[in-house]
């Protein structure tokens, strides 16, 4: 039964708790605009009183005695207290911007209330021996103490010491109310404050239906949204898993299965949630972990076709359906209680791996995300990461062997693995970590596999062969991990310096830049010419995309110092070079830059390319090759050998 009620009404004698299984704060600028919009848009009737404004529904489920927290229950009988089944977001909003006005109101108050009227209607009641408090809204455990520090400013509760976007979320708001009443109060003065605590406590209108039974609240659940956002299959699962357990009849077993499911999803979401700057993918997370957990058709489960098969292990008829995509397959087992804690237990495992791959410590995992950010990649990186602590020396060895046959893979005729491949690697260990032995071997195996030295030279001059858009080695996916193995290998092998000059968690900020420029006309026409020299009018536009992009003729480079230079002289690039990375350095060795120092340095990256792929060895003649897509654009004293060499 819903009862329609404004502010004052929806707070008075009650105590708010978001319960903990609830993700946490979510809406960002553009709820926030449209909220304070509805509000400062609320306008004043022909009677004078402010026309109503329906803010929404809020469903409320009434706390027993025993989860009310102990230092709270001095509270129990004076005040309700009342889990936010559904309309957390928006009210959390309305506190957050109550909390900011408060603040900034005058010490008289605003209306017919004191400051300190205000705080204990909206924000805190304070027990008469001044020493208990009570928060009228508060977190159950996820984010409660930051809340209470961070956003209410009572230093007597220490902050924690995690961040994540929920956190975020909640001090963007707190500034975001903040910026907007210092506005008001500097352009319109206290009456300004007064007009809009008279609009929120009087004008705002809400819904507000309170339900005791958990089927009812799974009810809600499946109809609740974020302001149109839809439910994740993710949140729809937990409320079938809540609908069947329901179901059971042994009640002891319903209380404890809820009780987990509930705190297995409060995991999940903060998990998800310590993700930088968004919350992790909950339908991407779910469809990952359940790759693993049961075999798809392909290598993995798409989030389409995972919600299809996470409903078909948790429905009425379970067993009517196959577990894995085989027609041999055995058929799923029905659902109980064993089934379903099992998989909630394994799911908000995999929420911590899954975090922890998406945003990877090891510098050797981060290469290797870097070379592949699959779906299988990250699963079975997840997969490894779970058994970390019990198989370190073995894990180790299995990611060095798979960064090997990644960059194997990546180089044109010479692939020896797939995401298939990679998804299958994952299961295997997943069922049973001591297949981390028999992965091992199998990629050692890949990695002795012999080199088709024509597949490879076929497929570089592949990459010269598109004409629109990228082309040359720009075209080349493994192009960028290259060059900076080869920066690492400059600094290790040449330099011999201890500190490198860029690290891998740049590499997104850092861009590859064409050493003689792709606009050669003002400051390169002599070098350009002379390596031209000799080729056919026709091929002359072709002679020029192959030199500029030639592996040798690219480096990293500094994103800002890329636009600097761009299409300068030789002799600025020469000494803007000699202060920058390894490979910049090398570069600014060279007297001058044309069609020479171009194959001799590529010949210096293609030797460090042989050094790292085992059997990969060129001959001079497909060296050049390589770097010039065949005989015809060779560098004009090779191409001259090439004819003597026919007329002899």
Known sequence: MAETVNLINLFRDKMFRIPN????????ERQLNELWDDITDITRGADGKYINHYTGTIFLKAMPSSEIPETERWMDGEFDFYSVVDGQQRLTSIVLLMNELIALAPEEGLGQDTREDLYKKFICFTHKNGLLKCYKFLY?????????????????????????????????????????????????????????????????????????????????????NNRGKPLTTLEKLKNRLVYLCNRFPDRAEVLVLHRNINSAWSKIYTDLARNPYAILDEDVFLSAFL???????G???????????????????????????????????????????????????????????????????????????????????????????????????????????????SIPGLNIISNWDIANFARDIYENPANLSRVADDLR??????????????????????????????RWGGLKYLLFSYENYLKD?????????????????????????????????????????GIVEDSKWRAFVILVNSIGNLTIIKGAKNSELQNDPWEDKKARYATGYFSELQVSKYEKWDQYSILDRGKHIIEFLEESISGLHFSQEELLDVLFSGETFYPKSFRQQKTRSTID
């Not at 990695?447 to 858009?469: E, H, K, M, S």
């Open 445 to 474: 195996e890949r990695l002795q596999r012999p080199c088709d030295q024509q597949a490879v030279i076929a497929g570089f001059r592949w990459l010269f062969g598109y004409t629109n858009g990228a082309k040359g080695y720009h």
């Open 21 to 28: 299984y609830q993700r946490g704060y979510s809406w960002g």
């Open 140 to 224: 159950d455990e996820n984010n409660r103490a930051f809340l209470i520090n961070k956003i209410f400013g009572d230093s007597s509760i220490l902050p924690p010491d995690f961040d994540n976007v929920y956190t975020r979320n909640l001090l963007f708001a707190k500034d975001f109310f903040s910026k907007k009443i210092k506005a008001l109060l500097e352009t319109g003065g206290v009456e300004a404050l007064e007009e809009l605590y008279r609009k929120l406590q009087t004008a705002l209108i809400f819904d507000e239906r309170k339900i005791e039974k958990d089927l009812d609240v799974q009810a809600v659940f499946e109809t609740m």
């Open 291 to 297: 790759s693993l957990y049961r075999k798809p058709e």
């Open 299 to 409: 290598s993995t489960f798409s989030e389409q076709q995972a919600e299809k098969k996470v409903f078909e292990m948790f429905c009425n008829r379970a067993a009517q359906y196959k577990k894995e995509a085989s027609e041999s397959s055995e058929n799923e087992e029905a659902v109980d209680y064993k089934k379903i804690d099992n998989f909630i237990v394994k799911l908000s495992e995999f929420s911590r791996d899954w975090y922890e791959i998406n945003n990877p410590t090891s510098e050797l995992v981060k290469r290797i995300t870097l070379m592949n950010g699959t779906k299988e990649m990250k699963i079975f990186l997840a997969t490894l990461n779970n058994a970390k602590n019990r198989h370190e020396a073995e894990i180790h060895e299995c990611l060095t062997l798979t960064e090997k046959a990644l960059f194997r893979s």
């Open 493 to 533: 092998r040449v330099y011999n310096e201890y500190s490198s000059r860029v690290s891998w968690d740049d590499f997104y900020d850092v861009s590859i830049e064409h050493i003689m420029p792709q606009t050669w006309e003002t400051y390169w026409a002599k070098e350009m010419e002379d390596y031209r020299e």
